[in-house]
């Protein structure tokens, strides 16, 4: 993982592992294990002792720190760095320091970023519409210092003659800059500050440095003229070591990388193994640090990373150490000739990277310089020790080019003759093509892709139709249920799903007198489906609408909802409910019917000096009809009512039109009795004197009492019942009624439970409904229990 | 990429008499059309819609409500958790500019604190049979603390305009969540019962 230079929302953390392979997974969990070490484990990074540090706020805005601010930070760090794993880090000598990023836990992700991520990569693909591309100079430079320090001028190195102009951009290597036991296993970097100071002074002011980094011996340093840094974002660093057992950083890389404008540019400084004959070991090592350097991809929101080769342009430097497979005398002789074309014929790069066996796609300038490698310190003859190493291009250049991006202009490739290592200093200066934006054109197509999503994300929010918003049920009649379809049909592109919700604050979907059907569904496109909405007023709502008062005084009453039908990620559809309920005694209290004079549908008010009647007056004729025309009806009872004159019965009831108006069967009649008591809100017997009824039902004097303390009215229509039904029984030998009969028919509607009460239980256990009978039958056969 | 690349979402309600023109302006905004023959709204309607400002862009998730007094009681449903509201008016109403200042009220009332009102005259079209004087609606709005914008959904005059307007001044806080204003599916309990899921902005 990279080195992080914009921190906005991403915390930094000493990455403790030294291998330098890890991955992003591993670091972050890794970072799970210890998560409460977070804000303890930073120390001091190799950026902060660097003098000009170009750092890059979250604004994407570069900012020179002055060295005040770099003591503050370094001070900060040290005051959070003492730590454990600080100490370790140092014993264990393996660490370099390298400054690792976690992120933030993955739940803080949201929706929102995934969009923008989608914009940005819409962007991106749309680049050269909103970019010019300009010409820009980079200046490579690499130097195998040898350990010694600065010595001599860097002019001729690092100031091209044959340049007209100031390179854009400086990207300064080297190798073996210290060689030290301490650089190796301590992660001493103080050698570098000599040096990057020596460069400094040598590019004078005209230039602020971006960012360096170190990895033992290897050091990149990269510099961009000031007037370019508020055009620099996402520097990042990441280093590789493949030295000594693959993980010493004796051997291996250092990457930075940016974005220069809208370009991206990624330079590699490199030190490979040495040796005539580890060309397959160079190979590896050039692989290993390819695979191994990784940056965080900052326009993704996932995590994500890239490496070296996901950048416009690549620059390879450094010391790569292939050699030239020839005798001795034979490249000294051609050297002197001049006759580099047979030497680099030969030369191990160039056969490897012609063999397609390393650098793939890599491109390097002609080279028209005398092998860099091996000279004696201080002169200018090749090797005189007795080791003799043959000469060799050692230090070199190349660059490889993304597939979209453009390819480079050479300006030079050459050596300068500094001679106080054993390397000559090597550099190259390319121009490059810069894609810079045009803040105007990039607005004007990020705005397009803008519209372009909403209008993707409006199109795809599923529609729908729905037959009608307004469902007038009119006239609604006690216990006959009304039905009105819906028609809902996926209009959209997608699929629909929706579900009735209830309103704000509410927990119902609609009244208790409403039923829909389905409550929830789903729809492929231009699928219908159908939704039924039924009213029903029973027993347990009619009170809602059947009590009469005198601020009403209309026939029928209102009956109004809005449902809320509800499209999943998408609109709500209103629908009003509506009707008129048919007032009606059924489903009424004993209470309203006996104070209300007038036929229940008539809805004139109660006259002020009205006193309340003893019965009510449905009751009463409903049973002086049966007294008189059906007393001696076998089966009466038993036998079953028509529904449909039922009603017709209910109807003259309501409008106290005479029963001779309509023809019906005295078993109608009968069952109308049993379904008026059944209907009353509340049953003769009131909902909290249930109980201690059923605890009465064994001892007839008991239920005696129990019925002396009923309501008035209550008390009432039960005399008035059981003196009826015992005149009944008094034919028995015409109809043929048994009084347990007439006991357990009465008693179920005589005695019920609170449909809210605990005891309300469907259907009534055995017991219950004996005690229950029982209570009935002892009024019916000890006829002194009601005088 | 230093500009635009903050997206901040936000949810915005409109409200107002019936027949306004709620569904014509968002309609404009939206799409980009009109039609003279506009269907009421029954119901609450969702569309979204980015505004992008020099440095931010803002993007809206709009309730467009039903305008009909009889649904005025599942109004709160829409602008609870609304950080920004629309108040419709036609300049040819007086009642309906009115019941605007209804719906200011109650926004202020009950509304998210904060919330970010615009009061928005519309059919500026037909500027003819003007009944509400633009200084009468101005001064209201500035009284109130008001965004206020004649508008016409028609010719498109000043819809964009207000919208951007919203946009700017709305808080961009770090915290503004990117929240949805939806009311997700929920399970279905029995009968005729049914749990209401939270809006979770």
């Given at each position: 993982m990279g080195d992080i230079q914009n921190t906005d929302n991403i915390e930094s953390n000493i990455d403790n592992n030294n291998n330098n392979n890890v991955s992003l997974e591993s670091s972050s969990s890794s970072q799970n294990n210890n998560t409460n070490t977070t804000t303890t484990t930073t120390t001091t990074s190799v950026d902060n002792l660097q003098v000009g540090v170009l750092s890059i706020s979250d604004q994407s805005t570069p900012t020179i720190e002055t060295p005040n601010q770099q003591q503050q930070q370094q001070q900060d760090d040290n005051n959070r760095g003492v730590s454990n794993e600080t100490i370790k880090a140092s014993l264990d000598g393996l660490k370099h320091n390298s400054l690792k990023t976690t992120f933030p836990n993955s739940t803080n992700h949201q929706y929102i970023d995934v969009n923008t991520q989608w914009i940005t990569n819409k962007l991106k693909e749309r680049e050269s519409e909103f970019t010019e591309k300009r010409g820009m100079s980079i200046f490579l430079g690499t130097w195998n210092v040898n350990g010694k320090k600065p010595s001599e001028s860097l002019d001729p190195w690092l100031k091209d003659p044959s340049m007209s102009l100031q390179p854009d951009i400086y990207a300064i290597g080297f190798q073996e800059l210290d060689l030290t036991a301490e650089a190796l296993l301590l992660g001493d970097t103080t050698r570098s500050l000599p040096w990057e100071q020596h460069i400094l002074n040598t590019l004078q002011g005209d230039y602020v440095k971006l960012l360096s980094k170190q990895l033992v011996g290897i050091l990149l340093c990269v510099y961009v003229k000031k007037e370019h840094k508020p055009h620099i974002a996402n520097?990042?660093?990441?280093?590789?070591?493949?030295?000594?057992?693959?993980?010493?950083?004796?051997?291996?890389?250092?990457?930075?990388?940016?974005?220069?404008?809208?370009?991206?540019?990624?330079?590699?400084?490199?030190?490979?193994?040495?040796?005539?004959?580890?060309?397959?070991?160079?190979?590896?090592?050039?692989?290993?640090?390819?695979?191994?350097?990784?940056?965080?991809?900052?326009?993704?929101?996932?995590?994500?990373?890239?490496?070296?080769?996901?950048?416009?342009?690549?620059?390879?430097?450094?010391?790569?150490?292939?050699?030239?497979?020839?005798?001795?005398?034979?490249?000294?002789?051609?050297?002197?000739?001049?006759?580099?074309?047979?030497?680099?014929?030969?030369?191990?790069?160039?056969?490897?990277?012609?063999?397609?066996?390393?650098?793939?796609?890599?491109?390097?300038?002609?080279?028209?310089?005398?092998?860099?490698?091996?000279?004696?310190?201080?002169?200018?003859?090749?090797?005189?020790?007795?080791?003799?190493?043959?000469?060799?291009?050692?230090?070199?250049?190349?660059?490889?080019?993304?597939?979209?991006?453009?390819?480079?202009?050479?300006?030079?490739?050459?050596?300068?003759?500094?001679?106080?290592?054993?390397?000559?200093?090597?550099?190259?200066?390319?121009?490059?093509?810069?894609?810079?934006?045009?803040?105007?054109?990039?607005?004007?197509?990020?705005?397009?892709?803008?519209?372009?999503?909403?209008?993707?994300?409006?199109?795809?929010?599923?529609?729908?139709?729905?037959?009608?918003?307004?469902?007038?049920?009119?006239?609604?009649?006690?216990?006959?249920?009304?039905?009105?379809?819906?028609?809902?049909?996926?209009?959209?592109?997608?699929?629909?799903?929706?579900?009735?919700?209830?309103?704000?604050?509410?927990?119902?979907?609609?009244?208790?007198?409403?039923?829909?059907?389905?409550?929830?569904?789903?729809?492929?496109?231009?699928?219908?489906?159908?939704?039924?909405?039924?009213?029903?007023?029973?027993?347990?709502?009619?009170?809602?609408?059947?009590?009469?008062?005198?601020?009403?005084?209309?026939?029928?009453?209102?009956?109004?909802?809005?449902?809320?039908?509800?499209?999943?990620?998408?609109?709500?559809?209103?629908?009003?409910?509506?009707?008129?309920?048919?007032?009606?005694?059924?489903?009424?209290?004993?209470?309203?019917?006996?104070?209300?004079?007038?036929?229940?549908?008539?809805?004139?008010?109660?006259?002020?000096?009205?006193?309340?009647?003893?019965?009510?007056?449905?009751?009463?004729?409903?049973?002086?009809?049966?007294?008189?025309?059906?007393?001696?009806?076998?089966?009466?009872?038993?036998?079953?009512?028509?529904?449909?004159?039922?009603?017709l019965i209910r109807d003259c009831l309501d409008t106290a039109e005479p029963f001779s108006s309509i023809s019906f069967s005295i078993h109608s009649m009968a069952e109308t009795l049993i379904r008026f008591l059944e209907s009353l809100v509340e049953p003769v017997i009131p909902f909290n004197m249930y109980q201690q009824a059923l605890d009465a039902s064994s001892s007839p004097l008991s239920c005696k009492t129990l019925v002396s303390h009923l309501p008035s009215v209550n008390y009432n229509v039960f005399f008035y019942l059981i003196s009826f039904l015992i005149e009944t029984l008094s034919n028995q030998k015409e109809n043929d009624l048994k009084p347990d009969q007439l006991a357990i028919i009465f008693s179920t509607v005589l005695l019920r439970p609170s449909p809210q009460s605990q005891l309300s239980q469907f259907p009534p256990d055995a017991t219950t409904v004996k005690k229950k009978a029982d209570l009935i039958l002892h009024f019916l056969i000890s006829k002194d229990l009601i005088n | 990429m230093n500009n635009n690349n903050k997206i901040f979402q936000f949810k915005l309600v409109l409200l107002g008499e019936a027949a306004v023109g709620k569904s014509s302006l968002v309609l404009r905004f939206v799409r980009g059309h009109f039609l003279d023959y506009q269907e009421s709204t029954i119901g609450a309607a969702f569309l979204a819609q980015t505004v992008c400002l020099n440095d931010t862009t803002v993007k809206f998730e709009i309730w467009d409500t039903a305008g009909q007094e009889r649904y005025h009681t599942l109004a709160p449903m829409y602008y609870r958790g609304a950080q920004a509201a629309i108040v419709v008016y036609d300049i040819r109403s007086e009642d309906s500019f009115e019941r605007a200042i209804k719906w200011v009220k109650e926004l202020q009332r009950q509304g998210s604190p904060n919330i970010v009102i615009a009061l928005a005259g519309n059919k500026l079209d037909l500027?003819?049979?003007?009944?509400?004087?633009?200084?009468?609606?101005?001064?209201?709005?500035?009284?109130?603390?008001?965004?206020?914008?004649?508008?016409?959904?028609?010719?498109?005059?000043?819809?964009?305009?207000?919208?951007?307007?919203?946009?700017?001044?709305?808080?961009?806080?770090?915290?503004?969540?990117?929240?949805?204003?939806?009311?997700?599916?929920?399970?279905?309990?029995?009968?005729?019962?049914?749990?209401?899921?939270?809006?979770?902005?």
């Open positions: 520097v990042q660093s990441d280093i590789a070591a493949v030295g000594i057992m693959g993980m010493m950083g004796n051997k291996g890389g250092v990457a930075i990388r940016f974005s220069f404008y809208n370009t991206t540019i990624c330079i590699l400084n490199s030190h490979l193994n040495a040796h005539m004959d580890n060309v397959l070991r160079r190979n590896q090592d050039m692989k290993d640090i390819s695979k191994n350097i990784k940056f965080i991809n900052e326009s993704s929101t996932d995590h994500s990373t890239i490496n070296i080769f996901d950048h416009d342009q690549l620059f390879w430097i450094g010391d790569l150490n292939y050699r030239i497979p020839l005798p001795d005398n034979e490249v000294k002789e051609k050297i002197k000739k001049k006759d580099f074309y047979n030497l680099f014929l030969v030369d191990q790069l160039n056969q490897q990277m012609k063999a397609g066996a390393v650098f793939e796609g890599f491109q390097e300038p002609p080279i028209s310089f005398a092998p860099t490698y091996k000279y004696d310190a201080g002169t200018e003859e090749y090797d005189s020790s007795e080791k003799k190493r043959t000469p060799a291009w050692c230090d070199r250049i190349l660059w490889k080019t993304h597939k979209k991006a453009e390819n480079v202009g050479i300006l030079s490739y050459k050596r300068a003759e500094l001679i106080s290592s054993d390397h000559r200093p090597v550099s190259a200066s390319f121009v490059i093509k810069i894609k810079v934006v045009i803040p105007d054109s990039k607005n004007r197509i990020y705005q397009e892709i803008v519209k372009e999503l909403d209008k993707k994300e409006n199109d795809s929010m599923p529609d729908a139709n729905i037959s009608t918003n307004m469902v007038d049920f009119e006239t609604i009649k006690f216990m006959q249920p009304i039905s009105k379809q819906l028609i809902f049909e996926n209009i959209g592109q997608v699929i629909a799903r929706f579900q009735f919700i209830p309103k704000l604050d509410e927990t119902i979907l609609c009244k208790p007198w409403l039923k829909i059907s389905p409550l929830a569904g789903m729809m492929i496109p231009k699928e219908k489906v159908t939704i039924d909405l039924t009213i029903y007023v029973d027993n347990l709502t009619s009170g809602l609408f059947n009590i009469n008062n005198n601020s009403t005084n209309s026939t029928n009453e209102s009956m109004d909802d809005i449902l809320i039908l509800h499209l999943e990620n998408g609109k709500d559809y209103f629908i009003s409910i509506s009707g008129k309920f048919q007032k009606t005694c059924f489903g009424n209290t004993l209470d309203n019917l006996v104070r209300y004079p007038h036929p229940i549908r008539n809805n004139l008010p109660i006259p002020p000096e009205q006193k309340k009647l003893s019965i009510p007056k449905e009751l009463w004729r409903i049973i002086d009809y049966i007294y008189y025309n059906g007393l001696k009806e076998e089966g009466l009872f038993i036998k079953s009512g028509v529904t449909k004159e039922m009603e | 500027a003819a049979k003007r009944k509400v004087e633009t200084a009468e609606a101005q001064q209201y709005a500035e009284e109130n603390g008001l965004l206020f914008m004649e508008t016409s959904a028609k010719t498109s005059q000043n819809v964009n305009e207000l919208f951007v307007e919203i946009a700017k001044k709305l808080p961009k806080t770090p915290t503004t969540r990117p929240g949805s204003g939806r009311v997700a599916i929920a399970p279905i309990d029995n009968g005729n019962t049914g749990k209401k899921n939270k809006c979770c902005n």
